[in-house]
């Protein structure tokens, strides 16, 4: 089968480069520190990476809520709203499809970065893992100051679970999210997208309704 010509179209922002590379680094900080504090290896050494991690997760914790603020400013939080259109195709595709070189039922257009099985993936991302993991590590760090917040209800151990838990789950999504940035029509291009801006697309691929970001409201007759 004859696939359609490829061409370029800008779709991911510097703002969102910059966060994208940003972000991986801090949560890779926080993972070696992290894993170093429970005795997996040593690397930079207990109390640096006592240090380090506290400072890293801080910092991500601030940064981490301007993102969400340019989200909404900005309104690409669209991007992330869920739907159940296209979702068994493509996990079918990943599943299945992608082994037979078939086409990707969602292409990526600057309207539509996301297809269904990745928008439900980052909201839960960026809605429920990633702050529990920041509210917990903040407790974790906060420990001793436990009584002046009127907090000392809480169990460290269990928040501590909850913590090596959203640990776990993180370093598994970054695992996935690794093999996944390799099935482009090249292994290298969803890659060299995140760092120039520039995505190969399909020419000719239309998007349908419900996958446009924003939709002009029906005039009424008049």
């Known amino acids: 089968m004859q696939k359609n010509k490829m061409v370029n179209i800008y779709l991911y922002s510097r703002y969102e480069r910059f966060w994208h590379w940003l972000q991986s680094t801090l949560i890779i900080i926080l993972l070696l520190t992290g894993f170093e504090l429970h005795g997996t290896f040593s690397l930079f050494g207990f109390r640096s990476a006592v240090d380090v991690h506290n400072f890293v997760g801080l910092s991500w914790l601030i940064l981490f809520a301007f993102f969400i603020f340019w989200l ?124 120039t801006g520039w995505e190969e697309v399909e020419e000719g691929t239309q998007i349908e309704d419900w996958e446009q970001k924003e939709r002009k409201a029906p005039q009424p007759a008049s």
Do not use: C, D
Not at 143 to 151: I, M
């Open 72 to 195: 909404f400013t900005t309104g690409e939080f669209k991007q992330y709203i869920p739907t159940t259109r296209k979702m068994l195709a493509v996990v079918r595709y990943y599943s299945y499809g992608i082994f037979r070189g078939e086409t990707h039922p969602v292409p990526k257009r600057r309207e539509l970065k996301h297809n269904p099985l990745q928008r439900l993936v980052y909201l839960s991302l960026a809605a429920l893992l990633l702050p529990i993991q920041m509210a917990t590590g903040f407790l974790y760090w906060g420990y001793n100051s436990w009584p002046t917040w009127g907090l000392e209800w809480l169990s460290l151990p269990v928040i501590a679970f909850i913590h090596m838990a959203g640990a776990f789950a993180i370093l598994s999504f970054l695992v996935v999210h690794i093999y996944m940035i390799t099935t482009g029509h090249t292994v290298s291009a969803h890659t060299k997208a995140m760092i």
